[in-house]
């Protein structure tokens, strides 16, 4: 039997909250610092990394155990790579308008990942 995939090792409606706040902080330092500060574009922007991220985490063990943090680490980081992907495939339906220059996903994989990393293995380890 896998011995860390069902129980939780911690409150999976304070880490999905935290999932939220951390996509919306970094979209939002990311817009202050294109010199944009209306929160409907922080929110428009986030909507399909957030889509991405709740459709692909629960499916890859996001919100179960792992078996130390360097597991967590890099499974944290592979789960946003797909995630961020996903949210760049629905960011370029019609859904969306207007496109991304393709630094723009370097960037949301790379400073996405980075704040994963952060929020799981920093924030929510002191508080939750």
Same mark, same amino acid.
């Given at each position: ?41 922080? !929110? ?5 990394? &957030?889509? *991405?991220?709740?459709? +692909? @985490?629960? =499916?890859? $063990?996001?919100?179960? %155990?792992?078996?130390? !943090? ?5 499974? &944290?980081? *592979?789960?946003?790579? +797909? @995630?961020? =992907?996903? $949210?760049?495939?629905? %960011? ?20 996405? $990942? ?15």
């Amino acid at each position: 039997m896998y011995p860390y995939g069902k129980k939780v090792n911690r409150n999976r409606a304070a880490l999905a909250l935290g999932d939220v706040v951390t996509v919306l902080v970094f979209v939002a330092l990311g817009n202050y610092h294109h010199g944009s500060t209306d929160p409907l574009h922080v !929110v428009y922007v986030a909507v399909p990394f &957030l889509f *991405g991220w709740f459709a +692909v @985490a629960p =499916l890859a $063990g996001a919100y179960g %155990r792992f078996p130390s !943090v360097k597991n967590e680490a890099f499974s &944290l980081l *592979g789960i946003w790579l +797909v @995630a961020a =992907l996903v $949210g760049l495939a629905v %960011r370029a339906t019609d859904l969306f308008m207007g496109g991304a220059h393709p630094s723009f996903g370097f960037v949301m994989v790379v400073v996405g $990942g980075a704040a994963f990393l952060v929020w799981r293995l920093g924030i929510a380890r002191l508080i939750l």
